[in-house]
């Protein structure tokens, strides 16, 4: 499984912001988007979303700017990239939808650290909000595979989403951030090296 790039620069976002020197200041896209050198438009939409979805908070005007709306231990991994990654379709006959909340994780107090249990395959659908969709008249609409209706193919690529899924769920934006120093390093204090030796 690939994660689109909107969600690897949705981390990549929530990573810089959580890192910045001057946590107080409040941080532009531009400056996000000249860190990582990627586009400023397709980072406009995600900062965008991550703000409804309440990771960001936005202040508009002349000093206006974004900053992190909460913690970084109280930013889910895995409920984050539910939230934002547009599907999980394995294969062409293989569907999900991932049920979540509107409100924002800072809101609803998410705990990632509750131990992971080891439980049967409908007791893992219903934990993560999964529900596979295999239905017979789908299949022919999208010209599936023919085999779709027996095939139990699909119940391994389930079963592997939903480990991907509750590993994603075991840590918080915190936890990758552990070595701020050294991401300090190569998002702020190298960048401005550059500009001062060009």
Request: with cysteine.
């Amino acid at each position: 499984m690939r994660l689109t790039n909107y969600s690897d620069y949705a981390l990549r976002s929530l990573i810089y912001l959580a890192i910045k020197p001057e946590p107080h200041r409040l941080a532009n896209i531009s400056d996000i988007a000249d860190s990582y050198h990627i586009s400023k438009s397709h980072l406009t939409k995600i900062i965008h979303q991550l703000g409804q979805l309440g990771y960001i908070d936005s202040v508009r005007g002349k000093n206006g700017g974004i900053r992190l709306a909460c913690a970084p231990k109280d930013i889910n991994l895995g409920v984050l990239i539910k939230k934002i990654e547009p599907d999980f379709n394995l294969v062409e006959c293989f569907s999900t939808d991932l049920l979540v909340t509107p409100k924002s994780e800072c809101e609803s107090g998410v705990n990632a650290n509750s131990p992971v249990n080891s439980v049967d395959d409908k007791a893992v659908a219903k934990d993560l909000s999964l529900k596979l969709i295999d239905e017979e008249a789908s299949m022919r609409v999208r010209s599936g595979c023919v085999i779709s209706p027996v095939c139990q193919l699909k119940q391994v690529f389930f079963e592997a989403l939903t480990a991907f899924i509750k590993v994603l769920e075991r840590y918080t934006l915190a936890d990758i951030i552990s070595n701020e120093s050294e991401l300090a390093e190569l998002l702020f204090y190298r960048n401005s090296l550059s500009h001062v030796v060009k």
